[in-house]
C-alpha cells in the first residue's frame, strides 16, 4: 500500500490510500482504494490510522497488508504505529 496526504488549493487536505500487488501472471496491478477528505484534526496519526484501518477493513484487506510506503513524515508513523496496534489486537 502507498498512502499520501497533501493540501488542495482550496485549503482542504486529503488523504489518498492506494493498493499494490502483483497477480497470478506475475503483472504489477495498483488500485486507489479510497481519496478521503481529512477533517480536524487534520494531521493526527491516531485519526489517519483509524480512516486507513477502515478503508482497509472496507475492502477485507486488513489482515493482508504486507507494508505501507509513504514519506517520513511523523504524522505517517504515528498512523503505522496505530495502525499495527489496531491490527495486533484482533
Known amino acids: 500500500m502507498t498512502t499520501n496526504c497533501w493540501s488542495a488549493r482550496n485549503y482542504k ?11 497470478s501472471k506475475w503483472e504489477h496491478k495498483s488500485y486507489i482504494l479510497e481519496a ?19 478503508v ?10 504486507f507494508t ?9 508513523n504515528v498512523m503505522l504505529d496505530g495502525f499495527k496496534a489496531e491490527v495486533e489486537e484482533r
Do not use: C, K
Open 36 to 54: 478521503l477528505e481529512l477533517q480536524d484534526p487534520i494531521y493526527s496519526g491516531a485519526y489517519m490510522a483509524q480512516l486507513l484501518l477502515q
Open 68 to 76: 505501507v510506503t509513504r514519506n517520513n513524515a511523523s504524522p505517517n
Open 13 to 23: 487536505d486529503f488523504i489518498a490510500i492506494t493498493a499494490h500487488w502483483i497477480n
Open 56 to 65: 482497509t477493513d472496507d475492502f477485507g484487506i486488513t489482515n493482508a497488508i
